[in-house]
């Protein structure tokens, strides 16, 4: 699947390089000209050549890891994307998917480069993680043709699979289209709550303090700890779950268009408090909108915005006299009431 992120990013070190062209000279559709594309790489720079020999030349010996769901993930990512365009996710899943390369024959090289960039928290290097940075949103596919979407400044990491599909959301927001597979259930775990499908599309968000799994289609079931202690529930297609620091969990109906409008790249709102959507439109921007004043911010507002779009919201918001802008600068945008409303 084309990956929808805002940017993408050419591999710059030559270890990352060279596992891009390895991955994408394996698909049987490679062109002449991407050929071409790669002959000048490796000619370009004798670091080149070192590194696709280091890739090159370990092939053989991966047979256990070839079929590794987490490496098969990397490499059904890159071949989806377009021809024209050499990508594997970002440069940690390059250097991921180059250690996990390596590593599997005992290399150092490239594993020290990603182990030495890692946190101490961080997984073993076999375990990529796929992330987007504030204002973007990517697709990928897993190696059993589920279809994973992030939004804005969110992160997963692809477990090892064995009689399950494990994935871990690591921050932010991400839409799941799960494959069928009635043998291997797929979890997602957030927190110290996971979250259990066969064959369904849902969305988890992890906020601080606060999770919250919405269901559009088919059955999942959450396990987790409660303030009633262990739980379990299972949720029904047009459903939302909510779990907050101190609060019971909480399961209701919810419209899943308005909630997965995300994916689309658009925000809907419905009466909600000004306050709820500045912090909703800042998710999706660097550049932040402020809103002090507490008769402002309760102001209800209806609409659909582009995410991202943080000049264009403030120009309807003053189209229809709810706000105007007070101090303004590269990096935040004050939201003030209007002369006729102080």
């Known amino acids: ?7 993408h990013e050419r591999p710059e070190d030559p270890a990352s390089a060279a596992a891009t062209w390895f991955a994408r000279l394996q698909a049987g559709d490679v062109s002449l000209q991407e050929r071409r594309d790669f002959q000048r790489w490796l000619n370009a720079d004798a670091r080149h050549a070192d590194a696709w020999k280091a890739v090159d030349g370990v092939w053989n010996d991966l047979s256990s890891v070839e079929h590794d769901p987490a490496f098969a993930a990397l490499r059904a990512d890159a071949l989806s994307l377009d021809a024209s365009r050499p990508r594997l996710i970002s440069r940690r899943g390059l250097g991921l998917a180059a250690a996990s390369l ?17 946190n101490p928290a961080a997984p073993v290097a076999d375990e990529p993680v ?6 973007e949103r990517s697709t990928f596919r897993l190696a059993d043709n589920s279809v994973v979407t992030l939004s804005t400044d969110s992160a997963v990491r692809v477990n090892h699979w064995d009689r399950e599909r494990r994935l871990t959301l690591v921050r932010g927001q ?13 979890i997602v775990a957030a927190g110290d709550t996971s979250v259990t499908a066969v064959g369904t599309a849902f969305d988890v968000r992890l906020e ?3 999770l919250s799994v919405t269901l559009v289609e088919g059955r999942v079931r959450i396990a987790g700890d409660s303030p009633k202690g262990p739980r379990q529930v299972e949720m029904t297609a047009g459903s939302r779950f909510v779990a907050a620091d101190r609060a019971d969990w909480i399961i209701a109906a919810v419209d899943t268009a308005k909630e997965a409008a995300w994916l689309q790249g658009r925000l809907v709102f419905d009466g909600e408090p000004l306050s709820a959507v500045v912090a909703e439109m800042n998710r999706f921007s660097a550049r932040k909108l402020d809103v002090s004043d507490p008769v402002l911010a309760a102001t209800p507002v209806s609409g659909v915005f582009k995410t991202g ?17 007070g101090r303004s600068d590269a990096q935040r945008i004050e939201l003030v009431r209007p002369a006729h409303g102080a």
Do not use: C, H, N
Not at 102 to 118: H, I, P, S, Y
Not at 130 to 135: D, E, H, L, P, W
């Open 1 to 7: 699947m084309t990956s929808t992120t805002s940017e």
């Open 102 to 118: 390596v590593t599997a024959v005992g290399g150092a090289a490239v594993g020290w480069r990603w182990l030495a960039d890692r």
């Open 130 to 135: 796929f992330s987007t940075a504030v204002g």
């Open 174 to 186: 991400a839409y799941f289209q799960v494959a069928k597979d009635k043998t291997r259930p797929f």
């Open 208 to 210: 601080p303090g606060k």
């Open 309 to 325: 779009q943080i000049d264009a919201f403030v120009a309807a918001l003053r189209t229809y006299g709810l706000v105007e802008v």
